[in-house]
C-alpha cells in the first residue's frame, strides 16, 4: 500500500509564500517522475511543476521563477516552494510520483490526496 501525503496548504495574502511537502511511504522499490498539479473550482487539473529522478525540473509558464520543485530521494519526498502567491494560484494542490515496486517492474502512478491553497487579495 503506498501513500502520498501532502502538507503546507493554507490561506495566505498575496505576495506571500507557502512550502508544499509530499512524503510517500509504503513498499517502495524507486519513484521516477514526481510532481505537483492543481485544480481550481470549475477548471482541469493542471500540471505546476514537475522533477525527474535526476533532478530535472518543468514548470507552468504561470508559475516560472516564482515557484521552486526540489525532491529528497532518500526521503521519497518532493517540495513546491511558492513565492509570490497571486489569487490565480489558489486551488487544491496535489501531489503525483511514478512508482515501481521492484527492478525492472512496471511504473504505477499515484496521487495524494490534494492540499487546499488559498490566496487572498
Do not use: H
Amino acid at each position: 500500500q503506498v501513500q502520498l501525503v501532502e502538507s503546507g496548504g493554507g490561506l495566505v495574502q498575496a505576495g506571500g509564500s507557502l512550502r508544499l511537502s509530499c512524503a510517500a511511504s509504503g513498499r517502495i522499490f524507486s519513484i521516477n517522475a514526481m510532481g505537483w498539479y492543481r485544480q481550481a473550482p470549475g477548471k482541469q487539473r493542471e500540471l505546476v511543476a514537475a522533477i525527474s529522478s535526476g533532478g530535472s525540473t518543468n514548470y507552468a509558464d504561470s508559475v516560472k521563477g516564482r515557484f521552486t520543485i526540489s525532491r529528497d530521494n532518500a526521503k521519497n519526498t518532493v517540495l513546491l516552494q511558492m513565492n509570490s502567491l497571486k489569487p490565480e494560484d489558489g486551488a487544491v494542490y496535489y501531489c503525483n510520483a511514478e512508482i515501481s515496486f521492484g527492478l525492472g517492474t512496471r511504473w504505477f502512478e499515484y496521487w495524494g490526496q490534494g492540499t487546499q491553497v488559498t490566496v487572498s487579495s
